[in-house]
């Protein structure tokens, strides 16, 4: 799953207010609130958008993948090639 780096977020927000960044990134202000209070992962939709608002703005600066539970590190990181 895809989060928000909150802090690097937060950062890039400045002073604008809630309503002028949620339209700088072509959202609504409550999807901009569930992202920023990690109540809401980040889909494709938005990551696209916060591309087109901000181009020089590296992703892996703001994004970060957390994972889901217990059995993804024995589903995805077993077969990594190292098993054979």
Not at 48 to 66: G, H, R, T, V
Request: glycine fraction near 10%; charged fraction near 25%; include cysteine.
């Amino acid at each position: 799953m895809i989060r928000m780096n909150v802090p690097a977020f937060l950062d890039l927000q400045g002073d604008i207010s809630d309503a002028e960044f949620a339209r700088r990134l072509g959202v609504s202000r409550s999807q901009l609130w569930r992202i920023r209070g990690e109540k809401s992962a980040v889909g494709g939709n938005f990551i696209e958008k916060f591309m087109i608002a901000y181009p020089d703005m590296p992703l892996n600066a703001n994004l970060f993948c957390q994972k889901c539970g217990a059995n993804d590190t024995e589903e995805h990181g077993r077969h990594s090639g190292k098993d054979g």
